[in-house]
């Protein structure tokens, strides 16, 4: 893992892959770190230079006071691509990485060559949702990333995954346990506060939109939201919950690869 100096501290990232590929930005979603991508690397490699990284509040990167923004998220990858003289790259991010992304298609358009929006929505739960969540974030620290942890398995997966494929499984939400509190919470902020339900249909990037079927938090109707805004957006919806790229596996990763390289 390296590392490039921001205001407040490093944000990590892992790059692999040939060094003449075209660039793909893989973006983790709320509560994961860059490793949440770690089945489909193997595949993405073979056709792209992969740059990963954990979100600021995530993983190794900075933790920094206060709530944070999407805007402050997509800067933050401007910056490392910045750092790293890339100028346009493929983007696919899931959930709070979707919501990156769309603020990265709308904002920066230039930057962002094909965009691929997983298990995401325009906007994602309410303050109602979210504050009570930041509360006892905020309030009860560690204990409540424990218990957080274990309230996601059925979130994050359906009850059959979850049952009988604990060994990927349980790597994915014992990141959530090694979260910061604090960087949780801020990003918690972060996607209560996102909404581009008004400015996703300025989305002029080649876009794939991926569904689990299994999704109580980013529904399939979620995605259709985007689909019938984006222009060209094309939509499939694969037999997971809310993290695909894990529980759809192979399936996930040739559909996504197959966009990519079209």
């Known amino acids: 893992m390296s590392a490039v100096q921001l205001a407040g501290g490093d944000l990590y990232y892992s790059l692999e892959g040939p060094v003449d590929a075209p660039v793909l930005v893989l973006s983790n979603s709320l509560g994961t770190d860059l490793h949440m991508w770690d089945a489909q690397i193997p595949a993405f490699v073979e056709h792209f230079r992969v740059l990963r990284y954990d979100t600021r509040g995530h993983g190794q990167s900075l933790v920094t006071e206060g709530s944070y923004s999407i805007e402050q998220n997509g800067r933050d990858v401007l910056a490392l691509l910045d750092a790293l003289d890339i100028e346009r790259a493929a983007f696919c991010g899931l959930s709070m990485g979707g919501l990156i ?43 409540a990333m424990l218990t957080l942890r274990d309230a996601s398995i059925s979130r994050w997966f359906t009850a059959g995954f979850a049952a009988a494929e604990q060994v990927k499984v349980e790597p994915v939400v014992d990141m959530l346990a090694a979260t910061s509190p604090q960087g949780y919470a801020a990003n918690c902020a972060a996607v209560r506060d996102a909404d581009f339900r008004e400015q996703v249909g300025s989305i002029q990037a080649p876009t794939l939109i991926v569904c689990g079927t299994a999704d109580a938090v980013t529904t399939p109707e979620h995605g259709r939201f985007m689909q019938e805004r984006i222009r060209g957006a094309e939509l499939v919806e694969l037999h997971a919950a809310h993290l695909s790229n894990v529980e759809a596996g192979e399936l996930f990763t040739r559909r996504v690869l197959d966009f990519l390289r079209a």
Not at 106 to 126: D, M, Y
Not at 127 to 142: A, F, S
């Open 101 to 143: 992304g769309q603020w990265l298609a709308i904002n920066a358009p230039a930057r962002i060559q094909r965009l691929v929006l997983c298990n995401t929505a325009a906007k994602i739960g309410s303050p109602e949702v979210w504050n009570p969540r930041i509360e006892t974030v905020l309030r009860d620290g560690q204990a």
